[in-house]
Every structure is written in C-alpha cells, then in structure tokens.
C-alpha cells in the first residue's frame, strides 16, 4: 500500500476510536509493518501542521484533536 493511502487510514482509524490508539493496535489492524505506520504516522503529523487538527501522542497512543495553535495563537 502507498505511503498516502496508509496515511489515510491511520487518519481514518484514529478518527473514529474513542480513545487513542497505540501503534500496535494499528499495524494489528492493518496487518502493516510497524516501521511502515510509524512513518506514515509522522508524515500525516507533518500534513497537519498548518490545518485546525493535530494528530498528538497522548495516553500511550495517538489521537486527533483541535491543533493547540487555534487555541493560544
């Protein structure tokens, strides 16, 4: 699978969990190597730098929420 459609699902999958996912949930899900999701992890950080979400690590997985930037600046 390409490094955008990963992207995507990871994307999609932290989206609709209701609470944050670890990378191992993912790649479980996936069936992708764990090297392969973090990358695609840090690159759709990097893609949502300048956008009104954020996806952060938090609880021991990673989440979306409002990009803390909105907040206080």
Do not use: C
């Amino acid at each position: 699978m390409d490094n955008q459609k990963i992207k995507a699902v990871i994307e999609a999958l932290v989206f609709a969990s209701p609470e944050p996912l670890t990378v191992k949930k993912i790649t479980d899900v996936r069936k992708e190597r764990e090297s392969v999701v973090k990358e695609a992890i840090f690159g759709l950080q990097n893609d949502l730098i300048l956008r009104g979400i954020e996806l952060v690590y938090v609880a021991g997985g990673w989440r979306l929420q409002i990009n803390h930037l909105l907040l206080y600046g």
